[in-house]
């Protein structure tokens, strides 16, 4: 995906967030916020996805509770935000901060760690460009998220130009997500990051 307007996204609302406020530190907006954003969004869209396979039926989540990998010395543990789709930016970044806080401090529950839906996994920050995501049961997907690499792309007038490509994936459990499902969700989930405005209406 094109990853600019997501950072241009992130700086502007870092920017108004530190300027609108009188204490000294702010909790600014991670790009990793705006992709739990965006991945709660395109879930509501494409409901599909947003399900686990239990012995007798598909069960259908009414409410997006969103995991997402954090590394710790021991491995990486996988906290939950719940009902990400009813969240704000602002909501879920809190929520993002105070659990991977807690999970460095071990004091993350077992609660804490269970009843998604859905698991984000995020290796940008270690120069991963891609990589395949283990699916977190009882999900029926998880989402990798790679880092964000400068190269030459086409611009609207056939010139090159220096681009910021994101490379994302997705892994499904295909007794309950197919390749036509998949892609749906991704190109709703790519509308979203590219154009972080969309998710304001």
């Given at each position: 995906?094109?990853?600019?307007?997501?950072?241009?996204?992130?700086e502007s609302i870092n920017h108004r967030?530190?300027?609108?406020s009188t204490q000294p530190t702010v909790n600014k907006v991670s790009l990793n916020d705006l992709i739990l954003l965006a991945t709660a969004n395109a879930l509501v869209k494409v409901p599909e996805i947003n399900t686990s396979w239990n012995e007798e039926e598909i069960v259908f989540h009414g409410t997006v509770?969103?995991?997402?990998?954090?590394?710790?010395?021991?491995?990486?543990?996988?906290?939950?935000i719940r009902n990400a789709n009813s969240l704000s930016l602002k909501e879920i970044s809190a929520q993002a901060k105070l659990l991977i806080n807690k999970a460095r401090n071990k004091k993350l529950s077992p609660d804490e760690m269970q009843g998604s839906t859905f698991t984000v996994t995020?290796?940008?920050?270690?120069?991963?460009?891609?990589f395949s995501g283990i699916i977190n049961p009882p999900n029926a997907a998880i989402l990798?998220?790679?880092?964000?690499?400068?190269?030459?792309?086409?611009?609207?007038?056939?010139?090159?130009?220096?681009?910021?490509t994101m490379v994302i994936g997705l892994s499904c459990d295909h007794r309950l997500v197919d390749g036509a499902i998949a892609a749906q969700f991704l190109?709703?989930?790519?509308?979203?990051l590219e154009n972080p405005s969309s998710m304001l209406v």
């Open positions: 995906i094109n990853a600019e307007p997501l950072r241009i996204a992130r967030l530190s300027s609108g509770n969103l995991a997402f990998g954090v590394a710790i010395e021991e491995g990486l543990v996988t906290p939950v995020n290796l940008g920050m270690f120069g991963i460009d891609f990798s998220i790679g880092t964000t690499r400068k190269k030459p792309t086409v611009g609207s007038c056939g010139n090159i130009l220096v681009g910021e190109q709703s989930l790519s509308e979203n």
